[in-house]
């Protein structure tokens, strides 16, 4: 951003029907960036606002900086109300089931005969294709896209520990809208824009298609990968605290060596380089463990620090909160909630001219603007 106090997105309205994360991630992302984000609820309001366990924290996370409007769409009048505010809209946003949007007469083809500027998002399971009619979640096409299959141990698929690709997929819409407003400003028309969960994943394990494709071995997965560096790996430290550890050159193993106190060890034969240490790993791990279990976490990890080696602790999702760095360099905000609370939460992770996009305004409660965004309807739409 520049040093103004103006937003990159203002003067940008996007209407969005949306619930879980991916959806509400893509319209977030625009809002922080200074888009006004109307997002209309049903009657009772979004039923992600009452997730229960790993789901009670999604819509505090991804419906920041919104407008909450509550229209029934499957009534007249709420439907009309709907299609007159898509039309004095820039962006509309879509996150539900296959079928569905255009069972309700509010699918890209239908609605962009009566507004050609509108750009319509789609957040789906699937791209067109074979696949494009089934329902997906993220675990979903994480199993389906090879990210199981590289995450856990042999015969062990496991899910990444977050919602890697529907935050993805909400990424890739809103990178998707940006393109598509520049290019309205050329040619005068909107456009479809379509982002999906299993292509997000695919992409994540492009990586490792290519690695088959250039060796013609199937990539193992990684707690059995064969380590391109010798000392990449986490150690069980003094009370049972661990650290990871990674020293990815010979500089760097000589330098291991002498924070940990063994000089010795960078001269032994068998480790004179690195393809020579990976050759030997398990026994210089089992070395170098039997080492470490001596130290103290915090103790090696300000040695390592000082000396330039990769390390880290290993931090719980909720030890973030304190987190000395996002604390001091603005990466966690205060922000009230919609029962009138407070929270601190995460913000968009880039700067733009210095600035970090930060909350502008109350997380809405259910229906909290509907007075305010309806007042604007003529009864006329515009496109």
């Not at 790996?233 to 650290?243: G, M, R, S, Y």
């Amino acid at each position: 951003m520049s040093t103004s106090s103006r937003l990159p997105l203002e003067g940008v309205r996007v209407i969005e029907f949306t619930h879980m994360v991916m959806g509400p991630t893509c319209g977030m992302i625009l809002a922080d960036l200074g888009a006004e984000v109307i997002k209309i609820e049903p009657p009772g309001g979004d039923k992600t606002r009452k997730l229960p366990g790993l789901g009670i924290g999604f819509f505090r996370t991804f419906n920041r900086n919104k407008k909450s409007v509550v229209l029934d769409i499957n009534t007249p009048d709420g439907h009309a109300a709907a299609e007159e505010l898509i039309g004095q809209c820039d962006v509309m946003l879509e996150n539900f089931r296959p079928g569905l949007m255009q069972k309700l007469g509010l699918d890209y083809d239908t609605l962009s005969k009566k507004f050609p500027r509108l750009i319509y998002v789609s957040h789906k399971g699937f791209l067109p294709g074979p696949y494009e009619k089934r329902l997906a979640l993220d675990e979903v096409v994480q199993m389906m896209g090879g990210l199981s299959y590289m995450t856990g141990p042999a015969g062990r698929p496991l899910r990444a520990g977050t919602s890697v690709n529907d935050i993805m997929g909400g990424m890739f819409g809103a990178i998707g809208v940006l393109a598509a407003l520049r290019e309205r400003d050329f040619t005068g028309q909107g456009q479809e824009v379509q982002s999906a969960l299993f292509e997000n994943c695919v992409f994540l394990a492009a990586q490792h298609m290519q690695q088959y494709a250039m060796t013609h071995e199937a990539p193992p997965p990684m707690p059995s990968r064969v380590s391109a560096w010798s000392v990449y790996d986490v150690f069980t430290l003094a009370n049972d605290e661990q650290l990871f550890i990674g020293a990815v050159s010979d500089r760097q193993f000589v330098t291991l060596c002498d924070v940990i106190g063994r000089p010795d060890l960078a001269s032994e034969p068998q480790f004179a380089d690195n393809a020579m240490r990976v050759a030997v790993r398990p026994e210089l791990l089992a070395r170098l463990g039997d080492i470490v279990k001596h130290h103290r976490a915090d103790d090696l990890a300000a040695k390592l620090e000082a000396a330039g080696i990769p390390y880290a602790h290993i931090v719980r999702p909720d030890q973030l909160f304190d987190d000395p760095h996002l604390k001091q360099s603005g990466g966690l905000v205060p922000m009230q909630t919609d029962d009138g609370g407070t929270t601190e939460v995460v913000l968009l992770p880039l700067t733009m001219g210095g600035r970090r996009p930060g909350v502008r305004q109350a997380l809405a409660k259910v229906g909290e603007h509907t007075q305010e965004i309806l007042s604007r309807l003529t009864g006329r739409a515009t496109a």
